[in-house]
C-alpha cells in the first residue's frame, strides 16, 4: 500500500500550468469545479451520517494520473474510525433490517434516480481519480447504476421456501434473513461499480455497510455515498472509511459484529482475507483477478475477431479483472489477424480521459506502468516480439503505448501471470484441444473469450473451459441481470443478477 501523507494545498492545483491547455471545458480544473458546484466533491469519511475526518488528522492525496496534480485530499483513516463505522452499521442494522422490502426497494430506487440524474459528475469525477476515458466512465456510472435498479426490484423479491414436514403436526419454513453487518472493500479500477454491484444487493437484503474503497479513487465512492443519504439511505446503513487499508482490513476481520466480508481486488489480498475471516467464520465473497484467455480460431469472423478481441483487452487500458490477458489466435488465421489486430490497435489515441477522442488514458500509478515493462521484458528476453509499442508513451506520466507482442509462449510472465496493462500478447495454435489447454493451464478462471462461427464448437469449447464467464463472439460481457464470479483462485460467490442476492442473506 503506498500512502500519500502530504497535506493538500490548493495552490498546487491553481498553478499548473498544463491546465489551461486547448480543450479548457473538459480539462480537469473546469470538470472539478463543475463536480464541486454540484456539491458532490466529499472529502471526508462518512460515519453514521455524519462527514467525518481521521481522528489523528492524517490525510491521502488523491492524485489524477494523467497529470500528477493533486485533486483533493481525504482522511487517512484506521482502527478506530472503522470500528466506529462498524458500531454505527451493527446499531442501523436494527432498524433497516426490519423496514419493509418496498421501503428498501424505494430508497435504493430513488438512489438510482440521483445517480442517473448526476452521471455527467460522477463519470468526471471517475475520468480525474482513475483515469479512465470519460465515455468510459459514463459507461460505468451507467453500470454502476444498473445494479442499485436491479437491486431495487429484487429486494422485493426474497422467497423463503416451505418444505413437506416428515411429521403431520409439524410445518417446515425456510426463512430467508440478511446477513448483518458487511464489511465491503474495493478496487480503483471501477471506483463505482465495484461499490454498487455489493452495497446494491446488501441493502436490498436488509444488510449495513462499512465500504473501503480504494486510497486511488475514494471521492466517487464518497460522492456516491452522499447520493445515497440524500436519497433517503438512513445514516449508518452505508459508512464509508479508507486511508491505512491493513489497520481497516483488520478491524472489519477481527469484529464479530460484522457477518460478512466482501472484497473485489488481488488474489493475493483476497487470501489474507478468506484466512483474516476465518477466526470469526464470516460468510465471504470474492471477485479476484483474471488470466484471461481470448481463442481465435480459424473459422472465425475477422472483423468480429479483431473489435471483441480489442474490447476485451484494451477496456481501461487493460486495466480490468476481464481482460483479455493472452490472445491465443490458431495457425492459419494467425498472420491475417495480428495485422487486422495491430492495424486496429494503432488507432486508438492515447491521452487524458477528459479530452475528447482518448481511448487509452493513464495506468494508475507508477508500480503498474513498472510491472508492464516486467512482462514485456521477460517475454522479449525469451524470444517474443514486439510489433506494436512495447515502451513508455511520450506522454510521460504513467503513459504506456497499446502494445501488441507476438510468438508469446507457456514459459513467459505474459503468459502465466495478469500484466493488467494496454499488452496484447498473441499465442499461437494449432489445435482445439491445444487451445483448451493452454486457456486452462492457470491457477485463474474468470472470464474466457471465443471467437468461432461454428455453433457446436462455441458451445463444446465454452464448457470444457474452466472460467466463471463466457463470452462468444463478445468481448464486452458483464451486465446487471446475469451472474459475475470466477472459479479457481478468482474467487468465491456472484455477484449481480438473482444469484448475487444469495451472498447476502442467511436461511
Ligand atoms: P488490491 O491491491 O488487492 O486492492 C483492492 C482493495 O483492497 C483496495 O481497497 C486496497 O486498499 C485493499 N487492500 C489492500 N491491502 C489490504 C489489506 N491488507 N487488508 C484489507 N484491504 C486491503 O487490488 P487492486 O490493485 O486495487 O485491484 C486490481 C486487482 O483487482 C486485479 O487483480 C483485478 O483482476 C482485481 N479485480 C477483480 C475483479 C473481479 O470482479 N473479479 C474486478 C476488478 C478488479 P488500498 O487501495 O487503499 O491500498
Sequence with gaps: MAMRRVAFHGRHLLSSPHLFRRHMSTEPMAALDRIRNSGLLKTQGLVGGKWIDSYDGKKIEVQNPATGDVIASVPCMGTKETTDAISSAYSTYSSWSKLTAA??????????????????????????????????????????????EFFSEEAKRIYGDIIPAPLSDRRLLVLKQPVGVVGAITPWNFPLAMITRKVGPALACGCTVVVKPSEYTPLTALAAADLALQAGIPPGALNIVMGNAPEIGDALLKSTQVRKITFTGSTAVGKKLMEGSASTVKKVSLELGGNAPCIVFDDADIDVAVKGSLAAKFRNSGQTCVCANRILVQEGIYEEFAKAFVKAVQGMQVGNGLVEGTSQGPLINEAAVQKVEKFVNDATSKGANVILGGRRHSLGKTFYEPTVVSNVNRDMLLFKDEVFGPVAPLVPFKTEEDAISMANDTNAGLAAYVFTKSIPRSWCVSEALEYGLVGVNEGIISTEVAPFGGVKQSGLGREGSKYGMDEYLRG
Excluded: C
Excluded at 435504493?108 to 434516480?113: G, S
Design 103 to 148: 421501503e428498501r426497494s424505494k430508497a435504493l430506487r430513488n438512489w438510482y434516480d440521483l445517480i442517473i440524474k448526476h452521471k455527467d459528475e460522477l463519470a468526471l469525477l471517475i475520468t480525474l481519480e482513475q483515469g479512465k476515458p470519460i465515455k468510459e466512465a459514463l459507461g460505468e456510472v451507467s453500470y454502476g447504476a444498473s445494479f442499485i
